[in-house]
């Protein structure tokens, strides 16, 4: 069984012996908007989803719970949750990597700072990592830094949460890479940094202990077809990105894949050694298999991507479905000169704007809604070209193919101007849900199913590859357009901010 915990939902894969999809189930959760920059998730909600979709697919593929082998989780990374130990109730909702409140913290940090946070953990000092919602939360919750320190609370990426709750409270860990998302870890050490968490005055004994991304932690109880609760090993679990760069069985060093859904994530295996970025991307750990080295992996991560979809959908109501969005895009033969910034919520790698905001320039009395659908798919596009060329630079790899997963694969137009942008073929694997897969892959890895990696990259196969049709001319006038407006989103500055609601540290 792979669990892939997302941003907007929970997916749940069930599969046989011979690694063929025997049931599957997907669970939406609401998303909270309390101020402009801020997003949360309710804990609890996505928790009630992991056992329902786990359960839905065991009932519809007439299973028990003791009849599944073995189970892997993935989880967003940064998004963190902090809860009374004792309770077991949230202090405060999720605070999701997407949220931006302690944006200015951050911008306050002198410069040494920023550069130890980088040396220490691979990541550049934001509020896109989990340190500083962690943080925000002891500071403005009506006494939760006290309970901190009398040792009530509990802190930790989402993965900590789940794996807590789902084994009856046994067992409160993360894995290394979940940890090398939260700019706490030090991917030197292999060690929560003491300096970094005096720092941001968070205690060490708030925090999950770090294991393996194979190994198994404990047992899930969960009810099978038969009505019976069972024990379900779990014994895999990592962030999702790099749970999506194993299932793309990217197990070698060069290898690249990247993950469209809410936000856009490009990975390269870098193999043992970490890369360091100059030009904005991440490094961090891949995965941590029982028995073997660390592999690491650098990382490019877009805000925005599938999400300016639903943005179209829900809030401009320019489509009704987002299947629409690609037949909209192929019925003009471009934007016709419109060029769409989706940086609704500031601008990711490799700009860290958070103050970039979404911008719509070279409309004409000509422009039609399908110039700005398409613009919007392009967007997407373009923002992974910028990560591939940084990726290329700093790792001193040429990248040959991309691999891809993810909702919006299905989107034909954006897949073939994905390969034209980038001037490389695009290969789209025949299961689409990569990060559910290959955190079973993790857990079958984990529990002893499989005894070699050749076994994984055995079941990589291939559905289709689009390859590139546009002239190089074409793709540098249409990037140079794109970094023209990309300058105009970051001059954007806001005049002013609220202080938002009062906090009364109930969480209903």
């Not at 340190?131 to 830094?145: C, S």
């Not at 404990?218 to 779990?234: H, M, N, S, V």
């Not at 001319?473 to 794109?482: A, G, I, N, V």
Request: with cysteine; charged share 25%; aromatic share 8%.
């Amino acid at each position: 069984m792979g669990v892939d915990q997302g941003t907007t939902g929970t997916t749940v894969l069930l599969l046989d012996e011979d690694w063929n999809l025997a049931a599957s189930s997907h669970k939406e959760h609401k998303q909270y908007y309390p101020q402009p920059g801020w997003v949360e998730h309710d804990p609890k909600e996505i928790l009630a989803q992991i056992k329902e979709a786990a359960e839905e697919v065991m009932e519809k593929a007439h299973v028990t719970a003791e009849q599944v082998e073995c189970m892997g989780i993935d989880n967003q990374g940064e998004t963190v949750v902090v809860w009374d130990k004792v309770t077991g109730e949230p202090l405060y909702p999720a605070i999701v990597w997407q949220d931006r409140r302690t944006a200015t913290w951050i911008e306050e940090l002198e410069e040494d700072i920023q550069y130890m946070i980088r040396q220490k953990t691979g990541l550049h000092a934001d509020a896109y990592f989990g340190a500083t919602k962690i943080k925000w939360i002891l500071d403005n919750v009506e006494g939760a830094k006290e309970a901190a320190m009398e040792g009530r609370l509990l802190a930790g990426p989402t993965d900590s949460w789940f794996i807590w709750n789902l084994t009856d409270r046994k067992v409160f860990a993360t894995d290394y890479s979940t940890a090398s998302r939260t700019a706490l870890f030090n991917i030197h050490t292999n060690e929560w940094d003491h300096e970094l968490l005096e720092l941001l005055e968070i205690p060490k004994s708030i925090l999950p202990e770090i294991r393996n991304s194979t190994e198994k932690y404990g047992y899930a109880t969960l009810r099978g077809c038969d009505g019976k609760e069972g024990k379900i090993l779990i014994s895999g679990n990592m962030v999702d990105q790099q749970a999506a760069l194993f299932g793309q069985a990217c197990l070698s060093e060069g290898m690249v894949k990247t993950t469209y859904g809410t936000g856009c994530f490009m990975l390269m295996n870098t193999g043992k050694t970490p890369v360091y970025s100059n030009t904005g991307l991440l490094t961090c750990v891949g995965w941590k298999m029982h028995g073997k080295d660390m592999v690491f992996a650098l990382d490019g991560g877009i805000y925005v991507a599938g999400s300016v979809i639903t943005w179209m959908k829900d809030k401009m109501h320019l489509i009704s479905d987002a299947k629409e969005t690609g037949e909209l895009a192929e019925s003009v033969p471009d934007t016709a000169g419109v060029c769409f910034v989706p940086a609704l919520t500031g601008l990711a790698a490799p700009y860290w704007d958070p103050y970039a905001r979404g911008m719509l320039i070279g409309i004409t009395p000509g422009t039609e809604r399908a110039h700005v659908v398409r613009a919007a798919l392009e967007s997407i596009a373009y923002q992974v070209r910028d990560i591939l060329d940084l990726m290329e630079m700093d790792s001193g790899i040429r990248i040959r193919a991309m691999r891809v997963d993810g909702g919006i694969t299905a989107n034909e137009f954006l897949m073939q101007f994905q390969a034209d942008i980038l001037g490389i073929p695009v290969d789209v694997p025949e299961i689409s849900e990569t990060t559910a897969l290959g955190v079973a892959y993790m857990a079958a890895y984990g529990s002893g199913l499989f005894k070699d990696l050749d076994e994984i990259e055995a079941n990589w196969k291939l559905k289709k590859r689009y390859y590139p049709k546009m002239s190089e001319k074409e793709r540098e006038k249409k990037m140079r357009m794109w970094h023209r407006a990309v300058a105009r989103a970051k001059e954007w500055v806001e005049e002013e901010e609220t202080d938002g609601p009062e906090l009364t540290g109930e969480f209903d």
